[in-house]
């Protein structure tokens, strides 16, 4: 079976930080793009960063948390993170990771129309208090 399991979640401060992590079982990581998307309750799930395949590694993040959050690789250990600094409450939300199946893309997409992302994981949450 192939999944994926994010970790890291909890609740924390504004201007705190947290670490996500988003793990394989079934597969490696190396040859997928991987993107970290936010949904907030009663709102549309939004691409929050993403991660080219380890061969490339190229980045994009969403505006609102360019400059906050750093999204990189631990190829040893198979895991993408999530670096969030600086939280902010509109941060809140659940956070699940996917994984693109689109073959050898230039750049990784934080659009679900936009690639091909067939597996999820399950999500973690992260509350952030004023």
């Known amino acids: 079976q192939l999944q994926l399991v994010e970790s890291g979640g909890g609740l924390v401060q504004s201007g705190g930080s947290l670490r996500l992590s988003c793990a394989p079982s079934?597969?490696?990581?190396?040859?997928?793009?991987i993107g970290w998307f936010r949904q907030a309750p009663g709102k549309e799930r939004e691409g929050v960063a993403c991660i080219n395949y380890r061969a490339r590694s190229t980045t994009m993040y969403a505006d609102s948390v360019k400059g906050r959050f750093t999204i990189s690789r631990d190829n040893a250990k198979d895991i993408v993170y999530l670096q969030m600094n600086s939280l902010r409450p509109e941060n809140t939300g659940v956070y699940s990771c996917?994984?693109?199946?689109?073959?050898?893309?230039?750049?990784?997409?934080?659009?679900?129309?936009?690639?091909?992302?067939?597996?999820w994981g399950q999500g973690t949450q992260v509350t952030v208090s004023s």
């Open positions: 079934g597969f490696s990581l190396d040859g997928f793009p």
């Open positions: 996917a994984a693109d199946w689109t073959p050898y893309p230039f750049n990784c997409t934080m659009e679900v129309a936009k690639g091909q992302y067939d597996v």
